[in-house]
């Protein structure tokens, strides 16, 4: 899955770093939802709003996708499972 864009998250060095997504907070939202008040990528379809873990501190933070179909495959696993999902080294790899 590839990433168009992630807020205020540095990129992974190497593999032993990893970030946890833990639940999906609000969203989708697409660039024609938003309209001019979008302020991500221009490559990027939607982003979700996402809890997230990275260096053991958990914030709220705007993941962005290439298209909305991937963005619906994060709502979709979080609505039958309380499993995070778990991304070791780059994100957007």
């Excluded at 939202?29 to 809890?51: H, R, S």
């Excluded at 990275?54 to 495959?73: C, G, K, P, Q, R």
Aim: hydrophobic share 35%.
């Amino acid at each position: 899955m590839t990433m168009a864009g992630l807020t205020d998250v540095p990129n992974l060095s190497n593999d032993s770093q990893s970030i946890t997504i833990h639940n999906v907070i609000d969203g989708p939202y697409t660039q024609m939802d938003l309209g001019y008040e979008w302020d991500g990528p221009q490559e990027a379809e939607a982003y979700l709003v996402v809890k997230l873990e990275y260096n053991n501190e958990i914030n709220d933070v705007e993941w962005y996708f290439s298209t909305l179909d991937e963005a619906y495959v994060w709502v979709k696993h979080f609505k039958v499972s309380i499993d995070p999902i778990v991304i070791q080294g780059n994100p957007d790899d």
